[in-house]
Nanobody
Framework: QVQLVESGGGLVQAGASLRLSCAAS????????MHWYRQAPGKQRELVAS????????NYASSVKGRFTISRDNAKNTVYLQMNSLKPEDTAAYYC???????WGQGTQVTVSS
């Protein structure tokens, strides 16, 4: 079955960096685009970044453009989210998702203190 396991979250100060990882299994990873979403308390889940199956095309929410970078390693079935210059408003649970399948991981919590 499809499994998505996110990791790399933590508590950091504003301006710091974190790299999230999402290890995928149970489907043809290299054939699927992937998304990173986030959900802050009391808010709707928000699409943060997307990457095509080959990694050649990426898209970002305006709120993170220039600070976050999505990438993937198809040999390792893993998608990453490099987050730089973190702000308190980036505090949320972060989830990866297969673009065309309704499967979610357990998420990883990112907390940014001011």
């Amino acid at each position: 079955q499809v499994q998505l396991v996110e990791s790399g979250g933590g508590l950091v100060q504003a301006g710091a960096s974190l790299r999230l990882s999402c290890a995928a299994s149970g489907f043809f990873f290299s054939r699927n685009a992937m998304h990173w979403y986030r959900q802050a308390p009391g808010k709707q889940r928000e699409l943060v970044a997307s990457i095509s199956s080959t990694g050649g095309v990426t898209n970002y929410a305006s709120s993170v453009k220039g600070r976050f970078t999505i990438s993937r390693d198809n040999a390792k079935n893993t998608v990453y989210l490099q987050m730089n210059s973190l702000k308190p408003e980036d505090t949320a649970a972060y989830y990866c998702k297969v673009a065309t399948m309704d499967y979610w991981g357990q998420g990883t919590q990112v907390t940014v203190s001011s």
